[in-house]
């Protein structure tokens, strides 16, 4: 357990519904990064929050928006679906100024699969 | 634009031999670079990192070098073992862009008993 906390691990949905992905930081962890894996290739960086502040952005789609709450836990709203969204979402948290030096903490993943 | 490359989707080592994986990056603002290991049905875990000041930072049987002149990077793991059988991802990040990190697309690392 790494102590990042995805859920669900599996979500399956029709072509134009919205869903919400969920994560829970490790413990004392303030940065909340997104990533998406599609088949095969690299993560892609969506978007970055830091102590409810969104911090960076990436190539993330209009039809896609993100929150951190108070109490940290972030969610990656997804509307509009398409079959191409069908990946593995990541969401990863980091210290203070550590995700540049120290490396992020990794949850297991939401695989989406867009039918 | 792709900015931190890995050529080799793959790579097969044997049992107590050396595994070197490679990566490239264009971007000069890079400041930290990173690889993490992911088994499947897992999130990716962060195995070393080296800052951009140095050119070999060593961890146990892992063991980073960064070449600046050529904007490369590589992995040494010695000796190989089965368990490190995993994809593995390189990664770059700029510290005056929030610690955002960027990946490669992986390779995958097999290693033969």
């Known amino acids: 357990d790494s102590g990042v906390t995805q859920t669900p691990k599996h979500l399956i949905t029709a072509t134009g519904q919205r869903v919400t992905l969920r994560c829970s930081p490790r413990?004392?962890?303030?940065?909340v990064y997104w990533y998406q894996q599609s088949l095969d290739q690299g993560l892609q960086f969506l978007i970055q929050?830091?102590?409810?502040?969104?911090?960076a952005k990436g190539n993330i789609l209009e039809r896609f928006s993100a929150q951190q709450f108070p109490d940290l836990h972030s969610e990656l709203n997804l509307s509009s679906l398409e079959l191409g969204d069908s990946a593995l979402y990541f969401c990863a948290s980091s210290s203070r100024g550590g995700g540049a030096s120290k490396g992020y903490t990794f949850g297991s993943g939401t695989r989406l699969t867009v039918v | 634009d792709q900015q931190v490359k890995q050529n080799s989707p793959s790579l097969s080592v044997q049992e107590g031999r050396i595994s070197i994986l490679n990566c490239d990056y264009t971007?000069?603002?890079?400041?930290?670079f990173l690889w993490y290991k992911k088994y499947p049905a897992e999130g990716p875990t962060f195995l070393i990192s080296?800052?951009?000041?140095?050119d070999k930072n060593e961890d146990g049987r892992f063991t980073v070098f960064l070449n600046k002149s050529a904007k490369h990077l590589s992995l040494h793991i010695v000796p190989s073992q089965p368990g490190d059988s995993a994809v593995y991802f390189c990664?770059?990040?700029?510290?005056?862009?929030?610690?955002?990190?960027?990946f490669g697309d992986g390779t995958t690392l097999t290693v033969k008993p």
């Open positions: 080296i800052s951009s000041i140095k």
């Open positions: 413990s004392g962890d303030l940065s």
């Open positions: 929050y830091y102590n409810g502040e969104e911090r």
């Open positions: 971007n000069s603002m890079f400041d930290y």
């Open positions: 990664a770059a990040s700029a510290s005056t862009h929030a610690g955002k990190s960027t």
